[in-house]
């Protein structure tokens, strides 16, 4: 974690909305301060239709240097199509930065950023 943390990340490509990709919105907690933990962590998924969402497509990668955490993420929550519920998760201190991924029905993938610090 500290290493990818503390790696360059360099020059990203600017992200390419995929049309009608599925949203991912984070409903909690809200990242506007510092996290305390343990936390309720809630992802809700948004399809467009006629599509679904596939929820065994689902990744987390983690830091610069994308380190796959989706089995982490999969031993404490249930994905499902509406989206995942953690009601108390243990996050380590420090600064975070995970990408979500997620495919529908039609193969196309919806991306979000998390940014946020842990007290």
């Known amino acids: 974690m500290q290493k990818s943390n ?29 996290v305390n933990s343990p936390t309720a962590i809630e992802l809700k998924f948004t399809p467009t239709a006629p599509s679904t969402i596939k929820p065994e497509s689902f990744k987390a990668l983690y830091g610069t240097f994308q380190i796959d955490i989706t089995p982490r993420i999969l031993g404490v929550a249930k994905v499902t199509t509406a989206g995942i519920l953690v009601k108390e998760a243990n996050l380590p201190k420090g600064k975070h930065r995970i990408q979500l991924l997620l495919q529908d029905s ?5 991306s979000q950023w998390m940014e946020f610090r842990v007290n």
């Open 106 to 110: 039609e193969g196309r993938t919806g």
């Open 6 to 34: 503390a790696a360059d990340t360099g020059l990203r490509p600017r992200v390419v909305l995929i049309k009608d990709a599925p949203v991912i919105e984070l409903v909690t907690p809200k990242l506007s301060g510092e």
